[in-house]
């Protein structure tokens, strides 16, 4: 096992993140970039981001265990060669697609990643701003088959490291659209400014970690546009910069509403599987009741990257 043992690259990066950020900061207060920080929605990020870590090291070891107990039944060892490596990285940027996209289409899933988007501003402290709860959604097993396929739970969490440092500094106003090439195959500031946003276009978009290739092919790109800049936060902002309301609150929620009296079996367990904003008796937004009433309310929008066709119009 002594062969599996790699540097831990998140915390090799630790110092580029501060130094990064402080750069930022210093380009934004001297108007030399553009963006914005609030001093308590930083440090809330910073704490979140150091809940994390801690939440890591206490719970993380669990889903790592776990993927080295079916590490024994893998078909086969791909070993440890540069091409192994690369191919880990390549599949797990896909499976991160993957997870990232169901965490914005299952309310369960939702309710440990939401906390990332919490904050109203999109600064790289903003990055930091990281679940607590991820173990409990089990979205670890999403890995499973890249285990069982050759590749060691080891390699794949050296791998994925690389993917978290890439998706650091993406979190930026800073940086405009880059190279006509890089935006095409890469994950960048601009891509990741739609994701963050809560403009009723960008909702549910560009859900990649490293390569937005993958969003591409499978029919969640939107281009970002400087007539529609992205206004961050989430639906329903939560309006506090209280971490442990930060962290839990849409768990709380999420409860409390599959636990209300007189609901079916069937209806609390939607509470839990059906998108953000689903309710039994269709009172409140999700993201597709906002793009179609935006679309009505502006119709020349239909159709475009992010919005639905023109709904149609009752016959008389």
Same mark, same amino acid.
């Given at each position: 096992?002594?062969?599996?043992?790699?540097?831990?690259?998140?915390?090799?990066?630790?110092?580029?993140?501060?130094?990064?950020? @402080?750069?930022? @900061?210093?380009?934004?207060?001297?108007?030399?970039?553009?963006?914005?920080?609030?001093?308590?929605?930083?440090?809330?990020?910073?704490?979140?981001?150091?809940?994390?870590?801690?939440?890591?090291?206490?719970?993380?070891?669990?889903?790592?265990?776990?993927?080295?107990?079916?590490?024994?039944?893998?078909?086969?060892? @791909?070993?440890?060669?540069?091409?192994?490596?690369?191919?880990?990285?390549?599949?797990?940027?896909?499976?991160?697609?993957?997870?990232?996209?169901?965490?914005?289409?299952?309310?369960?899933?939702?309710?440990?990643?939401?906390?990332?988007?919490?904050?109203?501003?999109?600064?790289?402290?903003?990055?930091?701003?990281?679940?607590?709860?991820?173990?409990?959604?089990?979205?670890?097993?999403?890995?499973?088959?890249?285990?069982?396929?050759?590749?060691?739970?080891?390699?794949?969490?050296?791998?994925?490291?690389?993917?978290?440092?890439?998706?650091?500094?993406?979190?930026?106003?800073?940086?405009?659209?880059?190279?006509?090439?890089?935006?095409?195959?890469?994950?960048?500031?601009?891509?990741?400014?739609?994701?963050?946003?809560?403009?009723?276009?960008?909702?549910?978009?560009?859900?990649?970690?490293?390569?937005?290739?993958?969003?591409?092919?499978?029919?969640?790109?939107?281009?970002?546009?400087?007539?529609?800049?992205?206004?961050?936060?989430?639906?329903?902002?939560?309006?506090?910069?209280?971490?442990?309301?930060?962290?839990?609150?849409?768990?709380?929620?999420?409860?409390?509403?599959?636990?209300?009296?007189?609901?079916?079996?069937?209806?609390?367990?939607?509470?839990?599987?059906?998108?953000?904003?689903?309710?039994?008796?269709?009172?409140?937004?999700?993201?597709?009741?906002?793009?179609?009433?935006?679309?009505?309310?502006?119709?020349?929008?239909?159709?475009?990257?992010?919005?639905?066709?023109?709904?149609?119009?009752?016959?008389?």
């Amino acid at each position: 096992m002594d062969d599996y043992n790699f540097p831990q690259v998140t915390q090799l990066a630790i110092p580029f993140f501060v130094a990064a950020i @402080l750069i930022e @900061l210093w380009l934004v207060r001297t108007g030399r970039a553009r963006g914005s920080f609030e001093t308590r929605d930083t440090l809330t990020s910073l704490m979140m981001g150091t809940g994390n870590v801690v939440a890591g090291l206490l719970l993380g070891v669990v889903s790592y265990w776990a993927l080295l107990w079916l590490w024994q039944f893998h078909f086969f060892n @791909l070993g440890l060669s540069v091409w192994v490596f690369l191919a880990a990285f390549l599949l797990d940027d896909l499976r991160y697609y993957v997870y990232h996209r169901i965490a914005h289409r299952v309310r369960w899933v939702w309710a440990e990643h939401v906390n990332h988007h919490s904050s109203q501003h999109y600064n790289l402290s903003t990055a930091l701003r990281q679940s607590w709860t991820g173990l409990f959604t089990f979205m670890f097993v999403l890995q499973a088959p890249l285990v069982l396929l050759g590749f060691h739970p080891a390699v794949i969490a050296f791998t994925f490291g690389f993917n978290l440092v890439w998706q650091f500094w993406i979190h930026t106003e800073a940086i405009g659209k880059m190279w006509g090439w890089f935006e095409f195959i890469f994950n960048t500031p601009s891509h990741h400014r739609v994701h963050h946003a809560t403009n009723p276009r960008y909702l549910d978009a560009n859900y990649a970690g490293t390569l937005i290739i993958w969003d591409r092919m499978f029919g969640t790109f939107v281009e970002e546009l400087e007539e529609d800049r992205p206004r961050y936060g989430i639906v329903k902002n939560i309006g506090t910069f209280n971490p442990l309301k930060v962290a839990f609150h849409e768990w709380i929620g999420m409860f409390k509403d599959a636990l209300m009296p007189g609901l079916t079996l069937r209806q609390r367990l939607n509470y839990l599987i059906q998108p953000p904003g689903w309710s039994h008796d269709g009172s409140r937004e999700t993201s597709e009741t906002l793009k179609t009433a935006y679309v009505r309310r502006n119709p020349g929008e239909a159709g475009k990257p992010g919005l639905p066709a023109a709904p149609a119009v009752p016959a008389e």
